[in-house]
């Protein structure tokens, strides 16, 4: 089993910045990868950004990309996402994910990158962040 627990939401004025946390512990060495998705109010859950467990590679949905930054503390077994220049339309609960090596995520050959939130095995219990305008 893999636990993550998420840490640092919060309200902040749009183009301020947050940083979240996810926590990982457990079979860390199981992991191939963490991811961070969100939520919003009466939308599905959203692909934000995915980190390599051991290579460090990164990816990011266009949505973020250059305002976000993805990040790992390997000392810590901590996931971060840097969060700069937020707008309104980020406010979500942000939830951190775990994939183990060998997970199969629907429509594609390879995991890299799974962008679908069926291609993770664990999941933190979210942490809201809300952007005012």
């Known amino acids: 089993q893999v636990q993550l627990v998420e840490s640092g939401g919060g309200l902040v004025q749009a183009g301020g910045s947050l940083t979240l946390s996810c926590a990982v512990s457990g079979r860390t060495f199981s992991v191939y990868g963490v991811g961070w998705f969100r939520q919003a109010p009466g939308k599905e859950r959203e692909f934000v950004a995915l980190?390599?467990?051991?290579?460090?590679?990164?990816f990011y949905a266009d949505s973020v990309k250059g305002r976000f930054t993805i990040s790992k503390d390997n000392a810590k077994n901590t996931v971060y996402l840097q969060m700069n220049n937020l707008k309104p339309e980020d406010t979500a609960v942000y939830y951190c994910?775990?994939?183990?090596?060998?997970?199969?995520?629907?429509?594609?050959?390879?995991?890299?990158?799974?962008?679908?939130?069926?291609?993770?095995?664990?999941w933190g219990q979210g942490t809201q962040v809300t952007v005012s305008s």
């Open positions: 980190i390599s467990w051991t290579g460090g590679a990164t």
């Open positions: 994910a775990a994939a183990e090596a060998g997970t199969y995520c629907s429509g594609s050959d390879y995991w890299w990158p799974c962008l679908t939130d069926g291609g993770y095995d664990y």
